[in-house]
């Protein structure tokens, strides 16, 4: 069955450090993958994604994600985190048929 | 205004009545979804559609019911809701192969 873990629930980072959020997927072919950003009381809004070619990924807000085919890992990184950053973050998978599967979430905290 | 939108954004009913989520979007996209958000559990697929006229099943489609006449509408039915569809529903919409965008969500509180 196809699936995608976020293993981190909740991270706390300092504000300025450096962020990374895992996501490993499980699919039977490689998956386009997604990172979408959810701040509260909001929809999700698509930081990244990631379809073929270059396996590191340029976003929006200054984020970037690796996709590496031998760990089935797609993790989100940003060098210096601004406490703006503080949302839910969603890794999500998606094949044919354009149905995605979504991890359970991480929560930022950012502390000043 | 160009985009996705759901409408009620907060709604609360009671036990065995019907209602009724609406989604909408602008942008011409062929495909449309239904996800639930519950704590613990990420976005779940509850229906998606591919074109008008044309619906399947996702993850969790018990106890509702979806239909698109319309290219641009997409409604999310709950026949009889219970307490366990208190949740926050969010529409999103798509082109082939393409990144999803997402609507506001809807919160509903089944009581």
């Known amino acids: 069955a196809q699936s995608v873990t976020q293993p981190d629930i909740h991270i706390t980072v300092s504000e300025g450090a450096s962020l990374e959020l895992r996501c490993n997927y499980s699919?039977?072919?490689?998956?386009?993958l997604f990172w979408y950003v959810q701040s509260p009381g909001q929809g999700l809004q698509l930081l990244l994604k990631y379809f073929s070619g270059d396996t590191l990924v340029q976003g929006i807000k200054g984020f970037e994600a690796e996709f590496k085919r031998s760990q089935s890992s797609f993790n989100l990184r940003k060098p210096s985190v601004h406490w703006s950053d503080a949302a839910e973050y969603f890794c999500a998978a998606g094949g044919g048929g354009n149905k995605l599967t979504f991890g359970t979430g991480t929560q930022l905290k950012v502390e000043l | 205004d160009a985009g996705i939108t759901q409408s009620p954004r907060y709604k609360i009913t009671e036990t065995g009545r019907q209602v009724t989520l609406m989604c909408h979007q602008t942008?011409?996209?062929?495909?449309m979804f239904w996800y639930r958000q519950d704590l613990g559990h990420g976005l779940r697929l509850i229906y998606y559609?591919?074109?008008?006229?044309?619906?399947d099943k996702g993850e969790v489609p018990d106890g509702y019911v979806v239909s698109r006449s319309k290219t641009e509408n997409f409604p999310l039915t709950l026949e009889s809701a219970t307490r366990s569809q208190t949740s926050v529903y969010f529409c999103a919409s798509s082109e082939p192969g393409y990144e999803q965008y997402f609507g506001p969500g809807t919160r509903l509180t089944v009581t």
């Open positions: 699919y039977g072919a490689t998956p386009y």
């Open positions: 942008w011409s996209h062929s495909y």
């Open positions: 559609s591919a074109a008008a006229d044309i619906t």
